[in-house]
């Protein structure tokens, strides 16, 4: 018998529970309501590097990457919803098979280098 795959959302609380440590991570339920854009995004520096959205794995990643993980098959740009496709975003399918931990510390590391 297989086992049931992990909801996102669990999947993601694992990425908050983890980065969740380091101090210079803010979590969106540390923010006041005018200064949030999602219930689950997480900020280093105060610049957002993983959000869940409907479901999906949202990060913030060199462009060359992000069309690497493409071509890979592994997500697709992200549309925030107004028909433009964010360069250095990436949204990933709850069934990727890309580890969402590895690609969270990954975005939280490339958006804190760019001071």
Do not use: C
């Not at 339920?29 to 280093?44: C, V, Y």
């Not at 740009?77 to 990436?90: A, S, T, V, Y």
Request: hydrophobic share 40%.
């Amino acid at each position: 018998m297989s086992q049931s795959p992990i909801a996102p959302e669990e999947r993601y609380r694992t990425i908050v529970e983890a980065l969740g440590t380091n101090s210079d991570v803010t979590r969106s339920s540390d923010l006041p309501a005018s200064k949030r854009f999602g219930s689950s995004e997480l900020r280093i520096n105060n610049k957002i590097f993983a959000i869940l959205v409907k479901g999906r794995l949202v990060v913030k990643l060199p462009k060359p990457r992000v069309e690497a993980l493409i071509a890979a098959g592994e997500g697709e740009r992200f549309d925030p919803g107004h028909g433009r496709l964010m360069k250095e975003w990436i949204s990933l399918e709850p069934t990727s098979e890309e580890g969402w931990l590895p690609l969270a510390r990954e975005a939280m590391e490339f958006v804190a280098s760019k001071r």
